[in-house]
């Protein structure tokens, strides 16, 4: 973000979303792998967080507002949804969870 | 016989010896001039020098260098003395090692130019016996380094934990607590325990938490800052959260937090401003004509 000379509110909502992915990929995944990607033509920043983790059983109801298996405010997920410009999230249960997300520069 | 001939050179060789270990040491820039003085660092290397001879003189009898024997007790205490002298003041693990292992090519030549040529399979077991040697040592310092550093790093963490959440006393009943860097959990907790004891200790009615140095707020930020805003109100004290930049208010409402019915304000002046009003208390500056 900082080689594309991004924006602060830019880079603080990525940095922002990142965390709570991370952090879910890391409490709920018990660690995960993660690869970022600059892509400079289209000023887009990729990144790609995969756990092996449990997975997540019903989508819709992870994503909402409020919900939360562990002890925390229930808007991590839904909230880096809202953060991110794209965001793409892919769960089976009992094999894992990835998240494809990326912020505009 | 090989310990001996190392022993007889070490003994007779002292001056010269110490000399070349000191000079191959200014050559390859290990003598840090700007970190510790010449005569420090002779009587150091002397310190040294005669730990390791009076170990080599103690192995005479069973004419073997085993680095793990009790007589190199002197020679471990004067290189952990010497290593935390050196740590302390910056020299690197790489430079300590290399200090070390600075003493062989000077002996090596001695041996060479004092054991008789015919004799060569005592040469080499010496130079064996002593290479072996000197690489166990310099790995010891290595150790030694490394444990240095770690008891440093811990320390600067402590330290780091408690500089890192000071509780200020501002005015009459009213404290701030300003968070620079990240709030991970630990640290939230320790923040939350030092507030509500200084709530106590200073009699505060008003707690400021100023965020203006905090980089992200994500859930778990707010989670935390909420969870110790609600600990001060169950105090009986109010809590006003400052600091909230243009760019985390925006970041807070996407994710949906939402921060209730505590008090919020952009900057530390502003949540002052609020906190005198509340206790109606008047501050009147005086601007002298």
Same mark, same amino acid.
């Not at chain 1, 965390?19 to 409490?27: D, P, T």
């Not at chain 1, 019903?58 to 909230?79: F, P």
């Not at chain 2, 062989?104 to 041996?111: G, S, V």
């Given at each position: 973000?900082?080689?594309?000379e991004?924006k602060? %509110?830019?880079?603080t909502?990525?940095?922002t979303?990142v965390s709570? %992915?991370?952090r879910?990929?890391?409490i709920?995944?018990?660690?995960?792998?993660? !690869? %970022?990607h600059?892509d400079?033509?289209?000023?887009?920043?990729? %990144?790609?967080?995969?756990d092996?983790?449990p997975? !997540?059983v019903?989508?819709?109801?992870?994503?909402?507002?409020?919900?939360?298996?562990?002890?925390?405010?229930g808007?991590?997920?839904?909230?880096?949804?809202?953060l991110s410009?794209?965001?793409?999230?892919?769960?089976?249960?009992g094999v894992?969870?990835?998240?494809?997300?990326?912020g505009?520069? | 016989m090989?310990?001996?001939?190392?022993h007889v050179i070490l003994?007779n060789?002292?001056a010269s010896l110490?000399?070349?270990?000191?000079?191959t040491?200014?050559?390859e820039?290990?003598?840090r001039?700007d970190?510790?003085?010449? #005569?420090?660092a002779?009587?150091?290397?002397?310190?040294l020098?005669?730990?390791?001879?009076?170990?080599?003189?103690?192995s005479?009898e069973s004419d073997?260098?085993?680095?793990?024997?009790?007589?190199?007790?002197d020679?471990?205490?004067a290189?952990?003395e010497?290593?935390r002298?050196?740590t302390?003041?910056?020299?690197s693990?790489?430079?300590?090692?290399?200090?070390?292992l600075?003493?062989?090519?000077p002996?090596?030549e001695?041996?060479g130019?004092?054991?008789d040529?015919t004799?060569?399979g005592?040469?080499?077991?010496?130079?064996?016996q002593f290479t072996?040697?000197?690489d166990? &040592?310099s790995l010891?310092t290595?150790?030694l380094?490394?444990?240095e550093?770690?008891?440093?790093?811990?320390?600067q963490?402590?330290?780091?934990?408690?500089l890192?959440?000071?509780v200020v006393?501002?005015?009459?009943?009213i404290i701030?607590?300003?968070?620079?860097g990240t709030l991970d959990?630990?640290?939230a907790?320790?923040?939350m325990?030092?507030t509500l004891?200084?709530?106590?200790?200073?009699?505060?009615?008003i707690?400021?938490?100023?965020?203006?140095g905090?980089v992200t &707020?994500?859930?778990?930020?707010a989670?935390?800052?909420i969870?110790?805003a609600a600990?001060?109100r169950l105090?009986?004290g109010?809590?006003?959260?400052s600091?909230?930049s243009?760019?985390?208010?925006?970041?807070?409402?996407q994710?949906g937090?939402?921060?209730?019915?505590i008090?919020? #304000?952009s900057?530390l002046?502003m949540?002052l401003?609020?906190?005198? #009003?509340t206790?109606?208390?008047?501050?009147?500056i005086?601007?002298a004509?």
């Amino acid at each position: 973000m900082d080689a594309l000379e991004a924006k602060v %509110i830019r880079k603080t909502r990525l940095v922002t979303a990142v965390s709570e %992915i991370f952090r879910n990929g890391l409490i709920y995944g018990g660690g995960a792998v993660v !690869i %970022i990607h600059c892509d400079e033509d289209d000023r887009m920043v990729w %990144i790609d967080c995969r756990d092996t983790g449990p997975g !997540i059983v019903d989508m819709e109801l992870a994503l909402s507002d409020g919900y939360t298996s562990g002890g925390g405010l229930g808007r991590g997920l839904g909230g880096a949804k809202r953060l991110s410009d794209e965001f793409e999230i892919v769960s089976e249960p009992g094999v894992g969870t990835q998240v494809r997300l990326a912020g505009r520069a | 016989m090989p310990v001996r001939h190392i022993h007889v050179i070490l003994d007779n060789e002292r001056a010269s010896l110490l000399r070349a270990w000191g000079s191959t040491q200014a050559e390859e820039g290990l003598i840090r001039k700007d970190l510790f003085s010449e #005569r420090e660092a002779r009587s150091q290397i002397e310190m040294l020098y005669d730990a390791l001879t009076k170990g080599v003189s103690a192995s005479i009898e069973s004419d073997a260098l085993d680095p793990e024997a009790d007589c190199w007790d002197d020679l471990r205490a004067a290189l952990a003395e010497v290593t935390r002298e050196r740590t302390k003041r910056g020299v690197s693990t790489g430079e300590m090692a290399a200090f070390v292992l600075a003493l062989k090519y000077p002996l090596f030549e001695r041996l060479g130019a004092t054991v008789d040529d015919t004799n060569g399979g005592v040469l080499i077991e010496a130079i064996n016996q002593f290479t072996r040697l000197i690489d166990a &040592v310099s790995l010891y310092t290595t150790e030694l380094c490394i444990s240095e550093r770690d008891k440093t790093i811990k320390r600067q963490q402590d330290e780091m934990m408690e500089l890192a959440s000071p509780v200020v006393e501002l005015w009459d009943r009213i404290i701030a607590v300003p968070l620079v860097g990240t709030l991970d959990s630990m640290r939230a907790q320790e923040v939350m325990e030092n507030t509500l004891s200084a709530i106590v200790d200073k009699k505060a009615d008003i707690v400021i938490i100023d965020i203006t140095g905090v980089v992200t &707020v994500d859930t778990q930020v707010a989670q935390h800052l909420i969870r110790t805003a609600a600990a001060v109100r169950l105090m009986g004290g109010e809590a006003i959260i400052s600091g909230i930049s243009p760019r985390i208010a925006q970041t807070m409402v996407q994710l949906g937090v939402d921060t209730g019915e505590i008090r919020t #304000r952009s900057s530390l002046r502003m949540a002052l401003a609020d906190a005198f #009003r509340t206790l109606e208390t008047d501050v009147v500056i005086r601007t002298a004509k």
